[in-house]
């Protein structure tokens, strides 16, 4: 069983449309596929309303990736198999949307004070519904600033970059309720790619248990087989379900593509075993 519960579609900082991910999800033989946008559902209906006019033989999983506040600092959130019609679930996308689109008018205002104009235009211009900081990057490409994303994350809105705004997202715990509320499962996502000590992660996957988290990323791309294993370790003390996804973005990143990330032991607790009755 092929599986990808990790992806992103052109609603938030993915390049694919729902269309276009499903296909490429099907020649890469995914058979299951979440689709989690950031603090957006809007891929969902066009993506199950493709495979369902078309007769295709894949599963779509309702997802989305919460930007939260943890105690640790600023967390992402997986949540699977959650109702995106479920009225207060929509609300609080709503308001992370706000927060978004506020925090890029900061942004906006702190790049004209270093001579950068035409910032807030430009995301306006080119964002479908969430406003990230990928489309940041991508607005300082084209207005020539930068060679590339990677170097606007480097030089400006990366965690060492020159221009940083602080957001007040939704704290872990109501995330995880909120995500619980709407019917899903909460995952901790890429645990490692958060910057800070070991000893500091350990206790955010404590936290996010103690706060009903359901389960953790312990496959994508780039994890180390070091890493992987100290992530099992934490998952199995802390009783929390494995998850796997590729964090799909752009289908130019052959190492990040659909449904493809490192192995997880098919006798590891996961994800999946406490959401496959609801799913078929
Ligand atoms: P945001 O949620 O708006 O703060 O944007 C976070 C998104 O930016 C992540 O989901 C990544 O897709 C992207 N991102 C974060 N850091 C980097 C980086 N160093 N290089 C490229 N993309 C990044
Ligand atoms: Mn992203
Ligand atoms: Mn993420
Ligand atoms: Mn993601």
């Not at 198999?81 to 906006?108: C, G, H, M, T, Y």
Request: hydrophobic share 35%.
């Amino acid at each position: 069983m092929r599986y990808d519960f990790h992806t992103h579609t052109h609603f938030s900082d993915g390049v694919l449309s729902p269309e276009q991910l499903i296909d490429r999800a099907i020649e890469n033989s995914v058979e299951w596929l979440a689709i989690s946008d950031h603090d957006c559902v809007n891929g969902i209906k066009p993506a199950r309303d493709y495979v369902l006019e078309n007769q295709l033989k894949i599963n779509i999983i309702d997802s989305i990736e919460l930007t939260a506040q943890s105690d640790f600092g600023e967390i992402h959130i997986v949540g699977l198999n959650i109702d995106p019609e479920n009225q207060s679930f929509i609300n609080l996308i709503n308001l992370q949307q706000q927060k978004r689109w506020e925090r890029a008018e900061v942004f906006d205002m702190k790049f004209q004070n270093i001579g950068i104009d035409g910032l807030l235009n430009e995301l306006k211009r080119t964002c479908k519904q969430v406003v990230t900081r990928s489309h940041i990057a991508r607005a300082l490409v084209s207005l020539g600033h930068v060679q590339d994303n990677n170097q606007a994350f480097k030089k400006y809105i990366g965690k060492k970059g020159r221009i940083k705004v602080k957001t007040n997202w939704i704290a872990m715990e109501g995330a995880i309720q909120a995500i619980g509320d709407a019917g899903g499962i909460s995952v901790l996502a890429h645990p490692t790619r958060y910057t800070m000590s070991n000893r500091r992660l350990g206790y955010l996957i404590e936290e996010f248990k103690i706060n009903g988290g359901d389960g953790i990323e312990l496959a994508y791309p780039s994890l180390s087989p070091d890493k992987k294993a100290w992530i099992e370790l934490h998952r199995k003390k802390n009783e929390l379900l494995a998850s796997g996804g590729s964090d799909f973005h752009y289908p130019n990143l052959k190492w990040s593509d659909l449904g493809r990330f490192p192995y997880i032991d098919p006798d590891t607790p996961h994800v999946f075993d406490l959401i496959k009755n609801e799913l078929q």
